[in-house]
């Protein structure tokens, strides 16, 4: 099943089709519908999650992706609100 997620890329807020069975998180999402590789940053997250708490593994992706550009990303509710009608 297929859910929205919705991601701040460089200052803009964008929307997306996500599924599961695509991407194995919504961060992959986001960086493929920006155009972005990730061949070594999953490496780099593999090997980490088997030396590293799941938390060290959090806040390498959140760092990377924030380097990135990247902003808030989550994966929307049908009732949920969108960051944009938040701030």
Known sequence: MSRQLQYVYKGETKVITFSYQKHRSPHEAAAEAEGIDL??????????EMVADSKAV?????S???????GKIVLLKKEAESI????
């Open 84 to 87: 944009k009608d938040k701030r």
């Open 58 to 62: 959090k806040n390498h992706r959140d």
């Open 39 to 48: 061949t070594a940053f999953l490496k780099m997250e593999l090997q980490l």
């Open 64 to 70: 990377y992706f924030s380097k990135l550009g990247f």
